[in-house]
C-alpha cells in the first residue's frame, strides 16, 4: 500500500514517532533534579499561573486576542489552505513545547505547556466583558 504524503498524515507520523521515542524513558533523574529546583520556585503550575496571568497577559494582552492575531498569520502563512482558529494556537504551541521537552528535559518547557493548556481555557470561556474580543 502506497503510504500517504499529505500534511494530516506527515503529522500524525512524527506524533507516533514522539510516542515511540517517549516509550521507556526513564524520567526518575529529571523529576528529582527537578524537585529540586521547584522548591525555590514554586511549582511549575504556580509559575505558569503567575506568568498567564501576570507579565505574559500585561504584555500581550487577552490569548483570545493574541492567538487570534497569530491564527490569522498562521493561515495566511499556508496560503489560506487550512483556517487556523484561536484555540488551534495554544495546541500548536502545547505540541511544539512537547516536541522540544522530548528532545531534553528543560523546566521552561513544563512551565510553557501548563500555561498553553490555561490560555486554551481561556479562549474558550465566554466573553463575560473581558478584553477578549
Known sequence: MKECN????????????????????????????AGKKVKS???????AKSLVFGDRGQDYGHPRKDF??????WTALIEGQFEFQPEHVALFMVALKLSREVNGHKRDNLVDIAGYAQTCEMVNEPDEGRDGG
Open 6 to 33: 499529505c500534511r494530516l498524515c506527515e503529522a500524525h507520523r512524527i506524533y507516533n514517532d514522539l510516542i515511540r521515542d517517549l516509550e521507556g524513558v526513564d524520567m526518575g533523574d529529571h523529576i528529582a533534579e
Open 68 to 73: 487570534t492575531r497569530t491564527a490569522a498569520l
Open 41 to 47: 520556585r514554586g511549582t511549575v503550575l504556580d509559575e
